[in-house]
């Protein structure tokens, strides 16, 4: 069974770089067809996709959010990372990693969860 | 890219049938039959209900169906039953490999 799990810190000072690992267990990163993607919920409110990335490397990301997010992978490992920078009190969320299956586009298997919370 | 938009809560006694709407753009919704169901309880990670507009995943009851017209997709759950109350989310994938999720919507089983 696909397991996937955030790792990362839970607070992050503003105008800072929010930085999460989620790693993948059961199943390996360097699979055909799947993508590795990042959805975060602020309390309270609805979901929001942030990007995804393919084990090759090739990324998609929010348009609303693009200037400022960077997602990579690491094979090796079977991670794959989120990078947000210039962070403020509105990137406060529960920050989901998650397999997205390419061509039918749709989520299947979803980390926990982590929440991060962005204040001095 | 803006939420698809979706009523923020529906309620249903149980044992009748609700329908959740899910509304687009031809940019999404409208252009392809791409949209997912998502149920999510409070403090948990979503769960896919529907993909492909009326397709479900193993494991998924048969209550949960769903369809399209135009831009407005939409979820049924027949027969409501307590179990069901929670917040389901539409997603629809958009141009470039993208995704957009809708708004919400708090389903209450009076």
């Known amino acids: 069974q696909l397991q996937l799990q955030e790792s990362g810190p839970g607070l992050v000072k503003p105008s800072e770089t929010l930085s999460l690992t989620c790693t993948v267990s059961?199943?390996?990163?360097?699979?055909?067809?799947?993508?590795w993607g990042w959805i975060r919920q602020p309390p309270g409110k609805g979901l929001e996709w942030i990007g995804s990335i393919y084990y090759s490397g090739s990324t998609s990301y929010n348009q609303s959010l693009k200037s400022r997010v960077t997602i990579s992978v690491d094979t090796s490992n079977n991670q794959f990372s989120l990078k947000l920078r210039y962070v403020t009190a509105a990137d406060t969320a529960v920050y989901y990693c998650?397999?997205?299956?390419?061509?039918?586009?749709?989520?299947?298997?979803w980390g926990q969860g982590t929440l991060v919370t962005v204040s001095s | 890219q803006s939420a698809l938009t979706q009523p923020a809560s529906v309620s249903g006694s149980p044992g009748q049938s609700i329908t959740i709407s899910c509304t687009g753009t031809s940019s999404d919704v409208g252009s392809y039959n791409l949209v997912s169901w998502y149920q999510q309880y409070p403090g948990k990670a979503p769960k896919l209900m529907i993909y492909?507009?009326?397709k479900r995943p193993s494991g998924v009851s048969n209550r949960f169906s769903g369809s399209k017209s135009g831009s407005t997709a939409s979820l049924t759950i027949s027969g409501l039953q307590a179990e069901d109350e929670a917040d389901y989310y539409c997603c629809s994938y958009a141009t470039s490999s993208t995704y957009v999720f809708g708004t919400g919507t708090k389903v209450t089983v009076l």
């Open positions: 998650a397999r997205e299956t390419g061509g039918d586009y749709y989520i299947l298997y």
């Open positions: 492909e507009g009326n």
């Open positions: 059961g199943g390996s990163i360097i699979s055909s067809g799947y993508y």
